[in-house]
Antibody, heavy 117, light 110 residues
Framework: EVQLVESGGDFVQPGGSLRLSCAASGFSFSSYWMVWVRQTPGKGLIWVSRINDDGSIVHYADSVKGRFTISRDNAKNMVYLQMSSLRDEDTAVYYC??????????WGQGTLVSVSS | QSVLTQPPSVSAAPGQRVTISCSGSSSNIGNNYVFWYQQFPGTAPKLLIYDSDKRPSGIPDRFSGSKSGTSATLGISGLQTGDEADYYCGTWDSSLTAGVFGGGTKLTVL
């Protein structure tokens, strides 16, 4: 059974940093691209970033480019999202997903990031 | 203002069929696969349709997807009260080199 478990969400002040983690199990992790999607409370889904199977290709939404960094550790079956220069508008539930053509076919339960002074 | 345009809401009676549209452009829907998700309040989205018209195992055949040109459509037949949820379309945008979602459609089963 595919399982994705996010962690690392927290309250942080504007300008601060946070690293989200996603632990994957139940599939051959090193064979799949992975993706992060976020959702502002009460609002729609926003695509954030993706990373290929060996970590050599990454893509970002314009809204996070230069501030967020996606990475992975295939030995640990983990994918990460390092977030810096956080803004109020980054407040959201962040989901990681196993990717198919840039979109999740399986989703984690999400982790809440709250950016506020 | 999402790159993909969906109606904010649709409604229909139980047993009826409803369609949800997703409009884009040649840089996204026109040349890439479309995905559809169902989301209930407080839960993670669930994949309904992938590769524009395929259903994952376990998704009833009441749900269908299609794509024509720069638009895609999710169809739900035999509506049930349990189908009341938010529905999102998504696809890759080759110009943005990023994924894009529609703004979501709230389905009400009257």
């Amino acid at each position: 059974e595919v399982q994705l478990v996010e962690s690392g969400g927290d309250f942080v002040q504007p300008g601060g940093s946070l690293r989200l983690s996603c632990a994957a199990s139940g599939f051959s992790f090193s064979s799949y691209w992975m993706v992060w999607v976020r959702q502002t409370p009460g609002k729609g889904l926003i695509w954030v970033s993706r990373i290929n199977d060996d970590g050599s290709i990454v893509h970002y939404a314009d809204s996070v480019k230069g501030r967020f960094t996606i990475s992975r550790d295939n030995a640990k079956n983990m994918v990460y999202l390092q977030m810096s220069s956080l803004r109020d508008e980054d407040t959201a539930v962040y989901y990681c997903g196993r990717e198919r053509w840039a979109f999740p076919d399986y989703w984690g339960q999400g982790t809440l990031v709250s950016v506020s002074s | 203002q999402s790159v993909l345009t969906q109606p904010p809401s649709v409604s229909a009676a139980p047993g009826q069929r409803v369609t949800i549209s997703c409009s884009g452009s040649s840089s996204n829907i026109g040349n890439n696969y479309v995905f559809w998700y169902q989301q209930f309040p407080g839960t993670a989205p669930k994949l309904l349709i992938y590769d524009s018209d395929k259903r994952p195992s376990g998704i009833p055949d009441r749900f269908s997807g299609s794509k024509s040109g720069t638009s895609a459509t999710l169809g739900i037949s035999g509506l049930q009260t349990g189908d009341e949820a938010d529905y999102y379309c998504g696809t890759w945008d080759s110009s943005l080199t990023a994924g894009v979602f529609g703004g979501g459609t709230k389905l009400t089963v009257l």
